[in-house]
């Protein structure tokens, strides 16, 4: 069986980490590449950067931060954030980003997909997937969460795989930030109806959120960011509860 991962996710705006509740109310959670630095050593399996304010302000997500924190890590990264051209990718490619994150752009250009896809390869394209429940039907959201659409969360995840994605990093806007736990119903299904890997966002606040994603949903990873950030949950302790529910993992 596959280890299953564990991801921090740092937001980042104005070149510091941020962290808020159902993405608004942000506050400061430190210097991006000290934190990236920390989570490596405390045996993160991946990181993931998400530049949160790049698409709305039209701006590309800083390729010197990418550089930046290239140097420091030992461990595949992603970066997500104004990525709307095969160059901007290839510019964070060639700053040393593993995989890039995409999102709005997509959803505008679902050809960007395939193209990503094409230029690099399915494993270098990961596809976020920001969804809220609006009148019992799952809708994706745009530009960190202020445009709703029309269109449908799960529909969505498919056209986006079978024009190449190559993962799925979902987040629940409902849980994000409330420590309440993932959403287990959605990312079950999710996790169910696509042959590629899906990361858990949103709503992890105990180690026991971990345990019951994993259980409950076989997503092969879980994504997490102020409960790492802020001390409350340490990655070495969450793994040795995972271990003990028989959760496979990387030490």
Known sequence: MLSKRIIPCL?????????????????????????????????????????????HERRQTTVEMVKAVARELNIPFTIGGGIATIADAEALLNAGADKISINSAAVRNPQLIADLAGSFGAQFVVLAVDTRNIEGKNRVHLNGGRIITNLGTEDWIKQAENMGAGEILLTSMDHDGTKAGFDCGLLKKVNEMVNIPVIASGGA??????????KETDVDAALAASVFHYGEILIPDLKATLRQNAIPVRI
């Open 11 to 55: 937001d980042v705006k104005d070149g510091r980490t941020v962290k808020g509740i159902n993405f608004v109310h942000l506050r400061d959670a430190g210097d991006p590449v000290e934190l990236a630095a920390k989570y490596a050593l405390q045996g993160a399996d991946e990181l993931v950067f998400l530049d949160i304010t790049a698409t």
């Open 205 to 214: 606040g105990s180690k026991a959120h971990f345990v019951e994603v994993f």
